[in-house]
């Protein structure tokens, strides 16, 4: 039982990573899956008129109940960039559970991930 969160940019292997190695008894938390499962797209959500502040707090507290309800207590945060403010609630949450919360940072050369990104289906 434990907390994983991936860091780094996008088109560095996140994703790729996640969908080799997480089984089925992990909770994958991916903010644009929130926002789309909430506002019917990522354009939507960003296109909203509600303040921004409010919009990150509904998907932020939305996925901290999701984490709350998941049977296994393993859960992966798998989209995140390198703010510790996007990630510390589910550190805090996974330490008051004391689980074990793990970091893994995926760093690419900038020329790789201009690669990565010109290939990708949807613009970062």
């Not at 707090?57 to 403010?85: C, E, F, K």
Request: proline letters at 6%; glycine letters at 4%.
């Amino acid at each position: 039982m434990s907390l994983i969160i991936t860091i780094g940019c996008p088109g560095s292997g996140k994703s790729t990573w996640a969908d080799k190695h997480l089984t089925d008894d992990w909770l994958r938390l991916e903010r644009d899956r929130f926002r789309e499962a909430l506002w019917g797209s990522r354009r939507a959500y960003h296109d909203s008129p509600m303040p921004r502040g409010v919009r990150s707090n509904v998907i932020m507290h939305t996925m901290l109940s999701a984490m709350r309800n998941w049977p296994t207590q393993n859960w992966a945060v798998t989209d995140t960039g390198l703010a510790y403010a996007a990630v510390q609630p589910f550190i805090n949450y996974a330490t008051q559970m004391r689980q074990e919360d793990k970091l893994m940072i995926f760093a690419r050369k900038p020329e790789f991930l201009l690669t990565c990104n010109r290939v990708r289906p949807h613009a970062h």
